[in-house]
């Protein structure tokens, strides 16, 4: 079977994914994977995603060498900078996608739920640009911490809500969200920010993250002539990680999808279902979902896309997770040696890389650097006093 | 060789209670929630013909705020599946009982393990919100297996031709969702109800219940005028707790009322 290829009719990666949703949704999810579909097959379509990643957002985001890191780790360390695109992560490719498909769908509203606001501020842009109404969930915990996207999204014409139920963080921002989207399904598209949710969200998510992957193995070729030996990106819901898995998964190359100790959804092991998809869960012995606990708001999320637990499952990717401690480090260490401020959440792919990297003398180590540390500089003035 | 049709514990009742021309109510009470079971049966001496025991879940998609509060509420008390089921065992009421909860609940516990469970306690019927047809097969099969009805939801956006395959597989009563939206109370009962009620009255002979926005007496009356009878969410969680389980009674003898009339 082709690794990464379309979902079963079920929308299965092996015994993961489907489409766990209320009767009230099931009719919209069929609707949107059949508008995928054809849209995805559409010349026309492609190319008008295609000009919008290049003329909006700054794609292609270009690779970077890492030379002072890279030679105090023993390592070649190589960069894909999808910080460097327009809003300041990877997810406005997944965005954009997925607005021009609404807006091909006739819907007139998009909601969506946030962690540390990335995929907000991305959803908020989006429909600035489309003229799309904008409603975006965040809990009560992370607007608190990421004060500034708060701002950024009211400032982009988007309303914000602060979702009090639950741990009042990413899980119940998705919640919320789909709350919404069950009263008001036929005006509006839930504008889900991960490789999560019911399918066709998994498979779709990827499709628009595949760019990533896309382009950094043409230029891993351009410059090196070869592939990695290592792909890295962190998980929360995993989506970053599954846009540059998708340009590797047919190489040698050793893909490792990097989760916060406090939020291992794979790590445990245990599969569960919420959201919508069947996938490893963070639950207790009941199976009431846990809340996870991580420095950063992005990858604060119990469960983790389903094909992730795919690939785990069959030993295709490894998810080994790493304490907030090595992530203060990881962070500090990327400003200090390479001029670059990272996302907290990347700093953990880059927490794992130095404490992996006496096993890797001399290999070449792929990171997604999905995302720009500016919306955590006031978090980390408080932690670094 | 008769072709007789033997229906579940719930769906039997049910047909009987409709034929002698009597309208259904089922109230939801939240299990675990500090006084519920004095609740239901209270609801059960006001006349309710059965009732939906509410599971509490850390992520009940499908609920509004009281019904959320009240879960949180019973999940801090210590609420567990298996603490609320013992206590189920333990009612001793005359009327079907069945669960209300979310797919994990049944996935973690085993589809298997899990009927069996709702068996020794007493259940014989249950509802689960996030599960949709497409998804039902594995826990259908276990709860057929072991004689618990699943009641299957129809929503007011399913197409014509999805009706008749959710309501051939219910069992006990099709759950026809009142509007688009969570549960909670509302003004005036939604065009939606009505009219879903009415779709599947005109493909199935299995009772029609409408839940999800039938927030008092006066709409559970509305919606009886084309459905076998109503759910009734909300409007008693916010009773129970408001006012424990007197308020609990008083409000389903009102309702009861209203539809018998």
């Known amino acids: 079977m082709t690794l990464m290829a379309e979902p079963s009719a079920t929308g299965r990666f092996g015994e993961f994914g489907g489409r766990f949703v209320p009767e009230t949704l099931v009719p919209a999810c069929q609707e ?28 292609p985001s270009i690779i970077t060498e890492c030379h002072n890191l890279g030679r105090q780790l023993g390592i070649r360390l190589v960069l894909k900078r999808e910080d460097l695109n327009h809003t300041g992560s990877h997810k406005i490719n997944n965005v954009l996608g997925q607005t021009l498909l609404a807006k091909r769908m006739g819907k007139k509203r998009i909601v969506a739920e946030t962690g540390a606001g990335q995929h907000g501020v991305a959803s908020a842009t989006a429909a600035a640009l489309m003229g799309l109404e904008c409603k975006v969930y965040m809990g009560a915990v992370d607007v608190e911490r990421q004060a500034l996207n708060v701002f950024r999204m009211r400032l982009l014409g988007s309303e914000v809500e602060a979702v009090e139920s639950g741990s009042r963080t990413l899980k119940d921002a998705v919640n919320e969200a ?31 993250h595949r760019v990533i992957g896309d382009e950094a193995r043409e230029q891993m070729h351009a410059a090196y002539g070869a592939d990695p030996d290592v792909v890295v990106a962190c998980v929360g819901g995993g989506s970053n990680a599954m846009g540059i898995f998708s340009g590797f998964v047919d190489t040698d190359a050793r893909l490792v999808g990097v989760e916060p100790a406090g939020g291992a959804a794979v790590g445990r092991g245990v599969p569960g279902v919420v959201h919508g998809m069947r996938s490893y869960l963070m639950q207790d012995e009941y199976g009431q979902v846990q809340e996870a606990h991580s420095i950063s708001a992005g990858l604060d999320y119990p469960g983790v896309g389903p094909e992730h637990s795919y690939l785990a499952s069959i030993g295709r990717a490894e998810y080994p997770a790493v304490t907030d401690a090595e992530v203060i480090e990881g962070f500090q260490l990327l400003a200090r040696t390479e001029g670059i401020i990272p996302a907290l959440e990347c700093a953990h792919a880059l927490a794992w890389i130095s404490r992996e990297a006496p096993n890797m003398q001399g290999q070449t180590v792929l990171m997604n650097l999905s995302g720009r540390g500016d919306k955590d500089v006031a978090q980390m003035m408080e932690i670094l006093g | 060789m008769s072709t007789a049709v033997a229906y579940g514990r719930m769906e039997q009742s049910f047909r009987d209670k409709r ?12 299990g675990g929630l500090p006084g519920w079971e004095d609740a239901l049966r209270a609801a059960v001496a006001a006349g309710a013909d059965a009732i939906e025991i509410g599971i509490p879940f850390s992520d009940p998609v499908m609920d509004g705020p009281v019904i959320q509060q009240a879960s949180q509420l019973a999940l801090d008390a210590g609420a567990t599946p298996v603490s609320i089921l013992d206590q189920a065992r333990a009612l001793d009421v005359d009327v079907p009982l069945a669960v209300m909860c979310y797919y994990n609940t049944v996935h973690h516990a085993g589809h298997h393990r899990f009927a069996e469970q709702l068996v020794a306690a007493g259940i014989c019927a249950a509802i689960v919100p996030d599960l949709p047809l497409e998804e039902s097969g594995p826990w259908c099969e276990a709860a057929d297996a072991s004689d618990v009805e699943t009641v299957m939801l129809a929503a007011p956006t399913a197409p014509d031709d999805r009706l008749p395959r959710v309501c051939a597989r219910a069992r006990g009563f099709v759950y026809s969702v009142g509007l688009l939206g969570v549960t909670g109370e509302r003004s005036a009962l939604a065009a939606t109800a009505t009219a879903l009620a009415r779709r599947l009255k005109a493909v199935t002979d299995v009772p029609v219940l409408v839940g999800v926005g039938v927030s008092n007496a006066e709409q559970a009356r509305e919606a009886v005028q084309v459905a076998d009878g109503v759910v009734q969410g909300a409007s008693v969680v916010r009773r129970l707790l408001e006012g424990g389980a007197d308020a609990v009674g008083e409000y389903v003898a009102e309702v009861r009322a209203a539809i018998d009339g």
């Open chain 1, 32 to 59: 949107l994977e059949e508008a995928f579909r054809e849209a995805w097959a559409d010349p026309s379509f492609r190319a008008e995603y295609q000009a919008i990643l290049r003329d909006y957002a700054g794609r």
């Open chain 1, 178 to 208: 789909m709350r919404d989207w069950v009263a008001t399904v036929e005006s509006t598209h839930y504008c889900l920010g991960s490789v999560m949710g019911p399918h066709p969200y998994p498979w779709m998510v990827r499709e628009f």
């Open chain 2, 19 to 30: 034929s002698a021309g009597r309208k259904l109510l089922v109230p939801y009470i939240t």
